[in-house]
């Protein structure tokens, strides 16, 4: 057999040839790995979303002719159905059949939508799906919308159990989507009460401050576009946003004659409701400058366990230039925590080795300056999820042998080495 010497000890060709293709193999697992880990690392949420349509489409408080396309385009699946559901559920509780988010549009003017029974039986639907943690967004609109804007009334003062009044209204015309880039680029972080508003909407009060997401200054407290987790509703679970106006949701160029969202406005509206739904950012809500903001946090930590701190993307300051820190903020659980669930001082969490693996909780806390107590964030969700325990110390498993780096460095210079002396010879 032909040997190359190498440092006085024959390098069989067989044995490299095999050190290399367990390289390219090795190499090709890591690769693969890392690809794996990337796109988990980078992927958006997907949620799946049911839209319900209560009216004929192209009707004042229809939906957007290319809703569909805008939130399939963001990563989420859609379904558009407009006849009523024999059951509306969540994803945990129908995993093949539920959605994670249900946006209601129409005006209850057509048949069967226009029946007290058909319109009450989907209240109690929705109010069963909010109080199994779904999310709900309804879209009400001034004058023409007086049949949903009555529902969205009383869905909110059944939820919240206060007296909601989503009736009276402002026509204002002197301002168009196009000025909302103040609050559109902010959309993702916090967003303070800045004044925006499009053609028309119908204005919500007698609910927290905490809850207006979008206002317009003269009319505070009233708010446009309203919001309450489940730290919030009567039930405990659950996340729902009122929308006053349709036109919130296009870029409004053109008119009343187009529903469409055409634009980056429009798109960035629809993301900016979408991500508070899915508890993605925080609403912010017309919280003072002044206010810590907390934002909405993931975790999935194995029985016996323990997380991050919940702090770690929330700010001091609701320009978001301060850090919290334990030192400046204090948190406080908005709600009973769940058995076996605990939340330290530090802003971890805690999770009790008797808690089922598989098992997945959805808390609420609250940011506190520690200088001002009376100094706080809106409420913040927790998604949290219980996963198989660490295992320790199982005993030697079969050894695989594999190459160090090093090895395989020699390995790659003594090749290209071999390459040049076959040339030169």
């Known amino acids: ?210 809850s207006a997401v979008m206002t317009y200054a003269p009319d505070a407290p009233a708010a446009a576009v309203v919001f309450f987790d489940g730290s919030q509703l009567a039930g405990g679970n659950g996340r729902l946003m009122v929308n006053g106006d349709l036109n919130l949701l296009q870029q409004q160029t053109g008119g009343f004659g187009n529903f469409d969202i055409t634009g980056p406005a429009g798109v960035d509206v629809t993301r900016f409701f979408l991500n508070i739904l899915g508890g993605q950012i925080a609403p912010s809500g017309c919280a003072a400058a002044s206010v810590p903001v907390a934002y909405p946090d993931t975790f999935t930590v194995p029985s016996g366990g323990k997380s991050t701190s919940v702090l770690g993307n929330d700010f001091y300051d609701a320009p978001g230039n301060v850090a919290a820190t334990t030192a400046n903020s204090s948190i406080t659980p908005l709600g009973a925590l769940p058995a076996g669930i605990s939340l330290n001082a530090d802003g971890t969490l805690s999770v009790d080795p008797a808690v089922p693996q598989g098992s997945s909780f959805t808390l609420y806390y609250q940011l506190c300056k520690v200088s001002d107590p009376a100094a706080c964030s809106t409420s913040a969700m927790v998604k949290l999820t219980v996963s198989k325990a660490a295992v320790i110390n199982q005993g030697p498993a079969t050894p695989v042998p594999t190459l160090s780096w090093w090895t395989l460095a020699v390995a790659a210079t003594l090749l290209a080495a071999l390459g040049l002396r076959r040339k030169s010879g």
């Open 1 to 210: 057999m032909k040997t190359v010497p190498h440092h006085g000890l024959p390098l069989r060709w067989p044995s490299l040839f095999a050190y290399l293709l367990a390289f390219r193999a090795q190499v090709r697992r890591s690769l693969l790995a890392a690809a794996v880990l990337l796109m988990a690392a980078s992927s958006a949420y997907a949620d799946k979303i049911l839209v319900l349509e209560t009216s004929n489409f192209g009707a004042f408080n229809s939906r957007s002719a290319n809703l569909q396309t805008v939130l399939e385009n963001l990563g989420h699946t859609v379904t558009i159905v407009t006849a009523p559901q024999t059951a509306i559920a969540t994803v945990a509780d129908d995993p093949a059949n539920g959605h994670d988010q249900v946006w209601v549009f129409g005006n209850f003017s057509v048949a069967p939508w226009n029946n007290a029974a058909t319109s009450a039986a989907l209240q109690a639907q929705l109010e069963g799906y909010l109080n199994a943690g779904g999310a709900v967004y309804l879209q009400s609109e001034v004058s023409s919308g007086n049949n949903m804007a009555a529902f969205a009334q009383t869905l909110m003062q059944d939820m919240v159990s206060a007296a909601i009044v989503h009736s009276s209204t402002n026509n204002l015309t002197a301002l168009a989507l196009a000025t909302a880039p103040a609050y559109l680029a902010a959309y993702g972080g916090p967003m303070a009460c800045t004044g925006q508003q499009t053609w028309a909407y119908r204005l919500t009060s007698g609910m927290p401050a905490a």
